[in-house]
DNA sequence: GCATTAACACAGA
DNA sequence: TCTGTGTTAATGC
């Protein structure tokens, strides 16, 4: 993503969202831990589950490989399985719990989908998650593609601020930040080459962080790390 | 070469 | 105290 979308991705971002907190306040709630699984990949399951509170993470395991596959994470105010409307109930990722608590809402599907049918707002918003998920992956797979890890970690740095990042004066800021490993699961690297990656902008002065926050100080010059070669 | 892995030190929440 | 970060040597492709 070049910079001046994400800019715009930042003003126009809504403020008060359309609030999917109240639309499922009624539907009863649930509990896990640090490490709990909520649904394994492939698994059926009749409910849609809505994220209140904490972090999951959607993974693929490849046996033969011995390897976990981050998908993605989900936080608080995201629906997290919508793939199984279209999967005849299956879900299609492993969901597990990465924050020390987590409090999810599950919404059987049948009622789900009659909101659907009948709330424009949620529909428009199912479909928009949707389209955005997979447009993410198509642009994780072209960076995997075409560029170095490095540069990988840079371009999520400047999408993870039009994501999440809020204005300060000239600079963005990212409260409660990704760790370095999520960074590094989500940009297709290491932790030790996200930490080093980070370092080094921080040595130019684009960037500034602590485990609490990151501040972009020069999201121009962020930029053009994003394509520089080395 | 470029990047990951492993290993270890250590600091900050 | 434990998790996350910083660094480097060994290893792999």
């Known amino acids: 993503m070049n910079v001046s979308i994400a800019i715009e991705k930042l003003d126009n971002r809504r403020t008060g969202p359309f609030s999917l907190n109240s639309l499922f306040a009624d539907f009863p709630e649930r509990k896990a ?20 509170e ?18 993605g994470y989900f936080t608080a105010g995201e629906m997290m399985n919508l793939d199984i409307l279209n999967k005849n109930l299956e879900v299609s990722d492993t969901l597990k719990v990465t924050s020390a608590k987590v409090v999810y809402k599950i919404i059987p599907i049948k009622e ?6 009948q709330n424009q707002g949620l529909n428009q918003l199912v479909m928009a998650t949707i389209l955005d998920k997979l447009n993410k992956d ?12 490095r540069q990988r970690v840079v371009q999520f740095l400047i999408d993870y601020v039009g994501e999440v990042g809020q204005r ?3 600079e963005h800021v990212i409260k409660k930040p990704f760790t370095h490993e999520e960074m590094g699961n989500l940009s297709d690297t290491s932790r030790q080459t996200v930490t080093t990656v980070l370092n080094e902008l921080k040595a130019k002065n684009i960037i500034h962080f602590t485990r609490r926050y990151i501040v972009i100080r020069n999201l121009e010059a962020l930029a053009v790390e994003a394509t520089k070669e080395g």
């Open 33 to 52: 831990r640090k490490g709990d699984t909520l649904v394994q990949r492939n698994h059926s399951l009749g409910y849609i589950f809505y994220l209140t």
């Open 54 to 71: 904490g972090m999951v993470k959607s993974i693929n395991f490849y046996k033969e490989k011995n390897k976990e596959i981050v998908k």
């Open 112 to 117: 789900f989908k009659a909101m659907v049918r």
């Open 138 to 149: 198509n642009d994780r797979l072209h960076r995997l593609l075409l560029y170095k890890s």
């Open 168 to 170: 300060v004066g000239y």
